[in-house]
């Protein structure tokens, strides 16, 4: 056994945040000294490419692991924001396909983590748009299944469908997969309608939703064009803070950087849309601003 603590960004619908998510929170948690790989489990290769890495060139990826071709080891790369890569190629669209005929498919990926597993303190999963073999074994490699949520009308279905996929994982693969908690993404603070769907989330379904959201912001759009991550691109962001702040819960470790509040306060005239709010009537909070005194 290791330390090494494995999170699967999940949800099958596309444009939630999980890949952004991924980037950013493996970027806090080197930032604090944590030793993080990521690994993009998406054919679509937006990790790989948003961390630097042209997926065009990419000679060994995860599609050769997950296939036996290579050791995880001898795939995987380092990257500017300091977490290792393990990087996707279009290939991997046809992976699926040849994992469907092989025993024990859905056990691939974990065996193949447990070669690097020891070098890692956190293990980052960023799972393509789908409930399809990739994302079931993702969750039965994983520890904690962490659920970005755009709070949107109908945002509700989703979870409900990928709550019982988790279900089946942990009856069936991985009895130790337990939920992270929601994380509110691209969150507008001007309506109330987004309040409103997190607090249905929230007790419709039992889950913890972790607060403060991480908000809209265009910066973060503009990150992955180069090759960063909005730690580094727009560091002093709120929504960098968030991303900060859930680091910091998962590492735990306190907040004891210098400015922590001036982080949040510091960048004067954000537009609207930077702020991230409270989130009342929620049901069910992972409040990371109450321990710290990080103000919103
Ligand atoms: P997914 O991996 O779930 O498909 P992405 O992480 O690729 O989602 O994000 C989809 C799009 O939303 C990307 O263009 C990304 O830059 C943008 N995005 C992500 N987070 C935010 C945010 N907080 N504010 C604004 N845009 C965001
Ligand atoms: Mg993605």
């Known amino acids: 056994m290791t330390d090494c603590r494995t999170i699967a960004v999940a949800n099958q619908k596309?444009?939630?945040?999980?890949?952004?998510?991924?980037?950013?929170?493996?970027?806090?948690?080197?930032?604090?000294?944590?030793?993080?790989?990521?690994v993009d489990l998406d054919p679509q290769a937006c990790l790989t490419f948003s961390l630097g890495l042209d997926p065009d060139t990419v000679e060994l990826s995860v599609h050769d692991v997950l296939l036996g071709?290579?050791?995880?080891?001898?795939?995987?790369h380092p990257t500017p924001?300091?977490?290792?890569?393990?990087?996707?190629?279009?290939?991997?669209?046809?992976?699926?396909?040849?994992?469907?005929?092989?025993?024990?498919?859905?056990?691939?990926?974990r065996l193949a983590l447990d070669e690097v597993r020891p070098s890692y303190d956190v293990i980052l999963l960023d799972c393509a748009p789908s409930l399809g073999v990739l994302t079931i074994n993702a969750l039965t490699a994983a520890d904690e299944v962490l659920m970005p949520l755009q709070c949107e009308t109908?945002?509700?279905?989703?979870?409900?469908?990928?709550?019982?996929?988790?279900?089946?994982?942990?009856?069936?693969?991985?009895?130790?997969?337990?939920?992270?908690?929601?994380?509110?993404?691209?969150?507008?603070?001007?309506?109330?309608?987004?309040?409103?769907?997190?607090?249905?989330?929230?007790?419709?379904?039992?889950l913890d939703v972790i607060t403060p959201p991480i908000a809209k912001s265009v910066r973060f759009a503009e990150a992955p064009a180069t090759g960063r991550s909005i730690l580094r691109t727009a560091?002093?962001?709120?929504?960098?803070?968030?991303?900060?702040?859930?680091?910091?819960?998962?590492?735990?470790?306190?907040?004891?950087?210098?400015?922590?509040?001036?982080d949040l306060a510091g960048e004067g005239a954000l537009p609207v849309d930077d702020i991230a709010p409270p989130v009342e009537d929620v049901d069910r909070v992972i409040d990371l601003t109450a321990a710290e005194g990080v103000h919103t």
């Not at 071709?69 to 995987?76: D, G, L, T």
């Not at 996707?88 to 024990?104: D, K, P, Q, V, Y």
């Open 154 to 206: 109908l945002s509700h279905r989703g979870v409900g469908q990928l709550l019982d996929t988790v279900h089946d994982v942990q009856r069936l693969t991985n009895r130790g997969l337990s939920v992270l908690g929601v994380l509110p993404t691209l969150f507008d603070s001007r309506t109330t309608h987004a309040r409103e769907v997190l607090a249905d989330v929230s007790t419709r379904y039992g």
């Open 14 to 38: 596309g444009g939630v945040a999980k890949t952004t998510t991924v980037a950013s929170l493996g970027a806090a948690l080197a930032e604090l000294g944590q030793r993080v790989l990521v």
């Open 235 to 262: 560091g002093r962001t709120p929504g960098a803070a968030g991303y900060r702040a859930l680091a910091r819960r998962i590492a735990g470790v306190a907040d004891t950087s210098e400015g922590a509040d001036a």
């Open 81 to 109: 924001d300091g977490p290792d890569l393990l990087p996707s190629t279009i290939e991997l669209a046809g992976c699926e396909a040849m994992l469907l005929s092989r025993t024990g498919r859905e056990y691939t990926l």
């Open 69 to 76: 071709r290579v050791a995880a080891s001898m795939a995987i």
